[in-house]
């Protein structure tokens, strides 16, 4: 990890403000995500704007960033002020001086004096950089702003002719991420995957899937992640070709086989790992097939993983082997490269391989420049996680009804190619039979 902690959010900051200044300068106002009430009395557990975090490092709720790009560039922070009967309730606030210091910005003021002060701090601007149609409530305080700089111009000041989607440049920085970043990924994880061997040790036939949910929160809070990335899929048996299934209440059968895509989120940032294995521990004959097929997938796609390769590229290497795959167990008939033209496939495999990953799931990042597939670059971190789901039907072999696999790991971008985050999990058939003789609990210190 960087020894300072403010460094790598100052360093955002300023790589912002020379982009901002590049096209002419101006300010930028980023606010942090309002709290949201779960129900009366009671609020959702607290997570920052991803934006706002990326370039502050501030966890708050009620919270705004400004920044001024100019011959002397300035770093404000607009924050709770201190209130010591409040802290009695919520705990500690920082108040603007302590964070000033501790986030590394120029200045900061409470957040109360936030909409007299930004038409003051607008006026003689170039151009506004601010997010455009994102929270309907922080449109009507900017717009407000912008309104009370036009009136105060009588006195001879000028106001933003020109407004920016700060998004635009923003997604594209957080697009390749920094040491920092990559090495709180990186845990993250480690971590998952610590989770998803200790599922893998507890699942057996009888078990309900939100048990086997609870090892990995178990393992997710043990280890420091506040909370999961996404809501945890658990899926068994026919609940396996659900994409998203979320109920997670079912109980095991023996036979069947345990899809679970589950994520710890570590200082704002995602894992997103799948593992599919058998309740009972052993993989049978169809299964066994079906499971190697898509590993053979997987481990194609993460080959076609290097600097220069399009974003596509391991989409395509996946769905070139799912496809003879499903051709050669007599899931699909015809020339393969006619299923694929035709998106055949899409019957048994109907999502893509891969997705950004960072402080969002689906993390910020254009797929296409100019109508072409990016150009994979050191420092980006996608997931890979192809699959297949068999759903029961008279056209399918009964051999292969209800069964859904996938397999999904998170890679980084390298230099030689691409390293997995996430090998922690074993994806092998003999390795993950191997864990799940192993019926004791792991630890959670990983």
Same mark, same amino acid.
């Given at each position: 990890m960087i020894a300072d902690p403010v460094f790598p959010f100052r360093e955002r900051r300023e790589r912002l403000l020379a982009q901002m200044l590049a096209a002419g300068g101006g300010v930028a106002v980023v606010?942090?995500?309002?709290?949201?009430?779960?129900?009366?009395?009671?609020?959702?557990?607290?997570?920052?704007?991803?934006?706002?975090?990326?370039?502050?490092?501030?966890?708050?709720?009620?919270?705004?960033? =400004?920044?001024?790009?100019?011959?002397?560039?300035?770093?404000?922070?607009?924050?709770?002020?201190?209130?010591?009967?409040?802290?009695?309730?919520?705990?500690?606030?920082?108040?603007?001086?302590?964070?000033?210091?501790?986030?590394?910005?120029? !200045?900061?003021?409470?957040?109360?004096?936030?909409?007299?002060?930004?038409?003051?701090?607008?006026?003689?601007?170039?151009?506004?950089?601010?997010?455009?149609?994102?929270?309907?409530?922080?449109?009507?305080?900017?717009?407000? %702003?912008? /309104?009370?700089?036009?009136?105060?111009?009588?006195? /001879?000041?000028? #106001?933003?002719? #020109? =407004?920016? !989607?700060?998004?635009?440049?923003?997604?594209?920085?957080?697009?390749?991420?920094?040491? $920092?970043?990559?090495?709180?990924?990186?845990?993250?994880?480690?971590?998952?995957? %610590?989770?998803?061997?200790?599922?893998?040790?507890?699942?057996?036939?009888?078990?309900? !899937?939100? !048990?086997?949910?609870?090892?990995?929160?178990?393992?997710?809070?043990?280890? /420091?992640?506040? $909370?999961?990335?996404?809501?945890?899929?658990?899926?068994?048996?026919?609940?396996?070709? =659900?994409?998203?299934?979320?109920?997670?209440?079912?109980?095991?059968?023996?036979?069947?086989?345990?899809?679970?895509d589950a994520g710890c989120e570590l200082d704002g940032y995602a894992a997103d790992i799948t593992r599919t294995f058998p309740v009972n521990g052993r993989f049978d004959g169809p299964q066994r097939d079906l499971y190697q097929l898509v590993l053979a997938a997987n481990h194609a796609a993460r080959a076609a993983v290097r600097p220069g390769n399009g974003w596509n590229a391991p989409h395509e290497a996946a769905v070139a082997i799912l496809t003879q795959g499903f051709v050669d167990l007599g899931l699909l008939a015809g020339a393969t490269e006619n299923l694929i033209e035709t998106e055949a496939y899409r019957r048994f495999y109907m999502h893509r391989t891969g997705h950004w990953l960072g402080m969002d799931v689906h993390d910020a990042g254009q797929y296409k420049i100019g109508g072409q597939w990016r150009p994979l670059v050191p420092g980006m971190v996608f997931t890979i996680e192809p699959g297949c789901y068999i759903r029961a039907a008279d056209d399918v072999p009964k051999a292969f009804w209800n069964i859904g696999i996938r397999i999904e790991d998170n890679i980084l971008v390298t230099a030689e190619g691409g390293e997995y985050f996430t090998d922690g999990a074993p994806r092998e058939t003999d390795e993950i039979e191997a864990l799940m003789r192993d019926r004791k609990r792991i630890s959670v210190n990983v």
């Open positions: 606010p942090t995500a309002p709290e949201r009430e779960r129900n009366r009395g009671t609020l959702y557990p607290y997570r920052p704007d991803s934006q706002f975090f990326y370039l502050s490092g501030f966890k708050e709720p009620e919270a705004a960033l =400004v920044l001024i790009a100019g011959e002397t560039p300035r770093h404000l922070l607009f924050c709770r002020a201190r209130d010591g009967e409040q802290e009695i309730w919520t705990g500690h606030r920082h108040g603007p001086e302590a964070a000033a210091e501790r986030f590394g910005f120029d !200045e900061a003021w409470p957040m109360d004096q936030f909409d007299r002060k930004l038409p003051s701090l607008l006026a003689n601007q170039p151009a506004l950089w601010t997010g455009l149609a994102a929270n309907p409530e922080w449109d009507k305080r900017i717009l407000a %702003a912008l /309104g009370q700089a036009r009136a105060d111009a009588r006195a /001879g000041t000028t #106001t933003p002719r #020109t =407004v920016h !989607e700060i998004s635009a440049v923003l997604d594209e920085m957080r697009l390749v991420k920094d040491a $920092f970043e990559i090495a709180i990924m990186r845990r993250a994880g480690e971590i998952s995957a %610590a989770a998803h061997c200790q599922a893998m040790r507890a699942a057996r036939p009888g078990r309900a !899937e939100y !048990e086997i949910e609870a090892e990995l929160l178990r393992v997710f809070r043990a280890s /420091g992640s506040p $909370f999961p990335a996404y809501p945890s899929i658990v899926a068994s048996g026919p609940n396996a070709c =659900v994409l998203h299934y979320a109920d997670n209440d079912r109980r095991m059968l023996d036979g069947e086989l345990l899809l679970i």
